[in-house]
């Protein structure tokens, strides 16, 4: 199993920038997919997650309204658009993937992770 994570770099505050990550090895249609994210100095937190049967979708109060998690089948790939980008949100963004459906909000929840891409906003 991979996930590979890209999109990432270096944008002003108020930029956009589109994530991606590719999945192979398992089928997106039976597992939950989410986005986490570590600042420097800083615990892995989660970003936002997607149920993959019901497309519901849930996120961290610091980038509701501003991020939205997709995915598109036929490509086995999960997406991150974000908008409105603030300094807050430098980090290494991490996909993850997890055996149930079911959204996850903590870092235990999911079974398989990418290697990471790296987000800075500058101001």
């Known amino acids: 199993v991979q996930l590979q994570a890209s999109g990432g770099g270096l944008v002003q505050t108020g930029g956009s920038l589109r994530l991606s990550c590719t999945v192979s090895?398992?089928?997106?249609?039976?597992?939950?997919t989410g986005w986490f994210r570590q600042a420097p100095g800083k615990e892995r937190e989660f970003v936002a997650a997607?149920?993959?049967?019901?497309?519901?979708?849930y996120y961290a109060d610091s980038v509701k309204g501003r991020f939205t998690i997709s995915r598109d089948n036929a490509k086995n790939t999960v997406y991150l658009q974000m908008n409105s980008l603030k300094p807050e949100d430098t980090a290494v963004y991490y996909c993850?993937?997890?055996?149930?459906?079911?959204?996850?909000?903590?870092?235990?929840?999911?079974?398989?992770w990418g290697q990471g891409t790296l987000v800075t906003v500058s101001s």
């Open positions: 090895g398992l089928d997106l249609n039976s597992y939950g």
């Open positions: 997607m149920n993959w049967r019901t497309d519901n979708t």
């Open positions: 993850a993937a997890r055996t149930s459906g079911r959204i996850g909000v903590r870092n235990s929840d999911y079974n398989y």
